[in-house]
């Protein structure tokens, strides 16, 4: 099993640039998460979908963020413009509809210069 | 709103000497209650789920146990590999999968 799988594994960007991060779940997993990781913050959920669509994004700090799953293996987390605030660890997570425990990938570390 | 406090934020052991870190919660309703590990430059590795008060899970050195306001997770012996950072989360009732954490407790064990 592959396990969820990110990319990039490390972003370098300056503020104002587009930053797109990409998720691939678990096969066969119905549910997506998006969490957001800072020393001051602890890990917090941005955005959660279940069969591609999204159910809470009450977790999304702002505008400039976006998310979208146009299939059941990929999704990608946007920030535009990007900002120095934004940087922190990006995590992607999915699980199966009928069970609760969800599974991380490796993290995207995002820096905004 | 759901709350999860872990402490202490630390913990320094060293090896052989067991311990048990907390996991204070407030919660409308406990669906479930997750520990996770993560080891640093990586993402949470899952360990135990606990669904009801008096429910206990075991692997290898660790044990979780809860209770209807908090959850240990017990580590028995330790060695210099379960230095890790050791989180917990709980889930609300409603259907929702959302997963609110505490801020961790960052285990070090000293050989």
């Known amino acids: 099993d592959a396990g969820v799988i990110q990319s990039p594994r490390h972003e370098v960007t300056e503020m104002g640039q587009e930053v797109t991060l990409r998720c691939k779940p678990i096969?066969?997993?119905?549910?997506l998460f998006w969490y957001r990781q800072t020393m001051m913050r602890g890990l917090e959920l941005l955005i959660y979908?279940?069969?591609?669509?999204?159910?809470?994004d009450s977790g999304m700090p702002e505008d400039r963020f976006s998310a979208k799953m146009p299939n059941a293996s990929f999704s990608t987390l946007k920030i535009q413009p990007s900002e120095p605030r934004d940087s922190a660890v990006y995590f992607c997570?999915?699980?199966?509809?009928?069970?609760?425990?969800?599974?991380f990938g490796p993290g995207t570390r995002l820096l905004v210069l | 709103e759901d709350q999860v406090t872990q402490s202490p934020e630390a913990l320094r052991l060293q090896e052989g000497e067991s311990s048990s870190l907390n996991c204070s919660y407030t919660?409308?309703?406990?669906?479930?209650l997750f520990w996770y590990r993560q080891d640093p430059g990586k993402g949470p590795e899952f360990l135990f789920t606990?669904?009801?008060a008096g429910e206990e899970k075991e692997k290898e050195r660790l044990k979780a146990t809860l209770t209807k306001k908090e959850s240990f997770l017990h580590i028995t012996a330790p060695k210099p590999e379960d230095s890790a950072t050791y989180l917990c989360?709980?889930?609300?009732?409603?259907?929702?999968?959302?997963?609110?954490f505490g801020q961790g407790t960052r285990l070090t064990i000293n050989p």
């Open positions: 979908f279940n069969n591609n669509v999204p159910i809470d």
């Open positions: 997570a999915s699980s199966l509809a009928s069970s609760e425990t969800q599974y």
């Open positions: 919660v409308s309703g406990l669906r479930g």
């Open positions: 989360a709980v889930q609300a009732p409603g259907g929702a999968q959302k997963l609110v």
């Open positions: 606990l669904y009801s």
């Open positions: 096969s066969g997993h119905n549910s």
